[in-house]
């Protein structure tokens, strides 16, 4: 079984921030699997469903994001899970706007959820690194992922969260892989068509009329072109 979890804050006034990325990625797992509603345990938002005969619990921290190790660590225990089983979806500020990255293990790259979550179960969970963008300046960096996403982003945000929601079975699995290949699909599809290069249909000519014989004699031909 599999802990997945999206991080985010809790309450309307965060739903489309850039911070709650991971929540949006959930919810639209949720809702595409059939799974029950949420429920409110280990200080979080708790769903448990399958993909097929794989079992997954989906865990939307509601500590805040700087205390998203407090409702992990919880249902870790609760679950008798290792950190190899939990999976977490989250913002991240060092990839492009549309990029998601698969990773295992390493550091927390300053982003406080995942701060919070290493200090209570170390680093060796899986990660989705959901990309939303640079504003430029470290220090414009807090604003920036507490604010909602502009319109102008819906498309690729709709494509991404629809991709993760393609790939979740995957993820219950933890093939890192496979779930790639579903996001990639949807976020670059490949292109239509056969490849072949289309030829230009030009206008067909008219014949031209074929010479008459010529029936003339060596003499009249000699006569002919001294006249």
């Known amino acids: 079984m599999k802990l997945i979890v999206g991080l985010g804050n809790p309450g309307p006034k965060y739903a489309r921030n850039r911070h709650n990325i991971g929540f949006m990625a959930l919810d639209q797992i949720a809702s595409d699997h059939g799974f029950p509603a949420w429920k409110s345990k280990h200080q979080g938002a708790v769903s448990e469903g399958r993909f097929g005969s794989d079992r997954a619990v989906l865990l939307k921290p509601e500590t805040f994001m700087n205390k998203s190790g407090d409702s992990v660590g919880a249902a870790m225990r609760i679950y008798k899970l290792d950190a190899q089983d939990v999976i977490v979806l989250h913002d991240e500020i060092d990839l492009a706007p549309g990029k998601v990255r698969w990773k295992v293990g390493g550091g927390h790259a300053g982003h406080n959820g995942l701060r919070s979550i290493h200090a209570h179960i170390g680093p060796d969970y899986a990660r989705v690194r959901l990309g939303v963008g640079h504003p430029g300046h470290k220090d414009a960096v807090p604003g920036f992922v507490l604010r909602d996403f502009p319109k102008a982003d819906e ?72 006249s």
């Open 155 to 226: 498309g690729w945000l709709d494509d991404v969260l629809r991709g993760c929601s393609d790939g979740a079975p995957h993820l219950a699995r933890g093939d890192g892989s496979k779930f790639m290949n579903a996001v990639a699909l949807r976020v670059a599809p490949p292109r239509s068509g056969t490849g072949e290069k289309s030829v230009a249909k030009s206008k067909p000519s008219t014949p031209k009329p074929e010479p008459e014989p010529d029936t003339r004699s060596p003499f009249q031909k000699l006569k002919d072109r001294f």
